[in-house]
């Protein structure tokens, strides 16, 4: 499982890491497994980890006072996971987080994170790049919102997550989108002419 993370890390750095350096990096992260519908994070506790998708599927969500789900992320394979709010200001999630598919991680505390960040300059490179990507992501998603239709949003996300739409069922991409599943039904046959 380490292998998979230790290549990411190379994948995205100008320097790879030296064997005492992946030994510290295998050190801290530990596997752990979560079977369909277990949860991660639940809203009301302090987000105490970040995990590696190395297998799997996840989804990052809210529910309403009507019991609505409100998807803020989904995640797969090679994608990190955690509620960054909660964790950086040590508050109680607005989220849960749990795994749409049988998914295996690998788990490390916010601290042992920050920890190896300071340790190993190829994580803390790799770091801020994935948080200047996320950051863009989020920005660009946000900007989708508010000024693209329906139909658009689609587009882009079958274009940026072209793996998302088999792993994911509509009503998940609908939410993810802002939108109902009737509407996404809709937008998709409208596609497919």
């Keep these: 499982m380490h292998d998979t993370l230790l290549a990411y890390i190379n994948q ?9 350096e992946e030994a510290l990096i295998i050190a801290t992260f530990h ?3 979560l079977r369909k519908k277990q949860y991660f994070l639940q809203e009301g506790d302090v987000c105490k980890y970040v995990g590696f998708i190395v ?6 969500y809210s529910v309403d006072d009507k019991g609505v789900e409100h998807m803020v992320q989904l995640y797969i394979e090679n994608w990190w996971v955690s509620d960054r709010e ?5 508050t109680p999630s607005r989220y849960y987080i ?3 598919e049988d998914t295996e991680l690998l ?12 340790k190993i300059s190829s994580f803390g490179k790799m770091t801020r790049l994935m948080d200047n990507r996320n950051a863009i992501a989020s920005q660009r998603r946000l900007n989708s919102t508010i000024s693209n239709t329906a139909e658009k949003r689609y587009e882009e ?5 072209p793996q998302f739409i088999q792993r994911f069922p509509q009503h998940l991409i609908a ?3 802002g939108i109902t599943k009737e509407t996404l039904s809709r937008i998709r046959k409208q596609a497919m002419k």
């Excluded at 909660?86 to 040590?90: G, K, Q, R, T």
């Excluded at 788990?107 to 300071?118: F, G, N, P, R």
């Excluded at 996300?157 to 997550?161: A, G, K, Q």
Aim: zero cysteines; a negative charge; proline letters at 4%.
């Design 86 to 90: 909660s964790a950086v200001m040590l």
């Design 55 to 60: 297998k799997g599927a996840m989804r990052q």
């Design 12 to 20: 995205h750095t100008t320097s790879p890491l030296t064997r005492e």
């Design 157 to 161: 996300f079958t274009d940026n997550h």
């Design 107 to 118: 788990i490390a505390t916010v601290a042992d994170m920050m920890d190896l960040m300071e």
């Design 175 to 177: 939410s993810f989108l």
């Design 31 to 33: 596997p752990k497994k």
């Design 98 to 100: 749990d795994a749409w």
